[in-house]
């Protein structure tokens, strides 16, 4: 089954904000090694950011979206150990590129019938 240019661009947008995502973990990661270098043992041996919710963009095909989801860094670490799976704000599933694989009150998981590409940052751009 062969899929169509905005099947494809669908997948693209949710890998984007995927990175952004990313980078906001990346970001915290960045402050404990500054922490470290400063000496301040306790940022980084016990900041509880794998405890404490954090506010992540979902992760849904429509490049206009800004909700956000209230996940712990633990959380969303575990549904992204799956490269074809997206956290994305309730009702925000696509049923023709995707299926749910996890639901709450507060957001879902989805997964791609095809692999999303892996870096599309040079296509779409976040500011």
Same mark, same amino acid.
């Given at each position: 089954?062969?899929?169509?240019?905005?099947?494809?661009?669908?997948?693209?947008?949710?890998?984007?904000?995927r990175h952004?995502?990313?980078?906001?973990?990346?970001?915290?990661?960045?402050?404990?090694?500054?922490?470290?270098?400063?000496?301040?043992?306790?940022?980084?041996? &016990?900041?509880?950011?794998?405890?404490?919710p954090l506010?992540?963009?979902?992760?849904?095909?429509? &490049?206009?979206?800004?909700?956000?989801?209230?996940?712990?860094?633990?959380?969303?670490?575990?549904?992204?150990?799956?490269?074809?799976?997206?956290?994305?704000?309730?009702?925000?599933?696509?049923?023709?590129?995707e299926r749910?694989?996890?639901?709450?009150?507060?957001?879902?998981?989805?997964?791609?019938?095809?692999?999303?590409?892996?870096?599309?940052?040079?296509?779409?751009?976040?500011?």
């Amino acid at each position: 089954m062969g899929q169509s240019l905005s099947d494809i661009r669908m997948a693209e947008n949710e890998v984007v904000f995927r990175h952004a995502n990313e980078r906001v973990i990346s970001s915290i990661t960045e402050l404990k090694a500054v922490a470290a270098e400063d000496g301040q043992q306790a940022m980084v041996e &016990d900041t509880g950011l794998d405890k404490i919710p954090l506010q992540f963009i979902c992760e849904c095909v429509k &490049d206009t979206c800004r909700k956000r989801i209230s996940l712990t860094l633990q959380e969303y670490q575990k549904y992204h150990r799956n490269k074809r799976q997206f956290v994305v704000f309730p009702g925000h599933n696509n049923p023709k590129i995707e299926r749910v694989v996890k639901k709450t009150d507060t957001h879902m998981v989805v997964k791609k019938y095809i692999t999303p590409p892996e870096n599309v940052d040079t296509l779409h751009p976040i500011s």
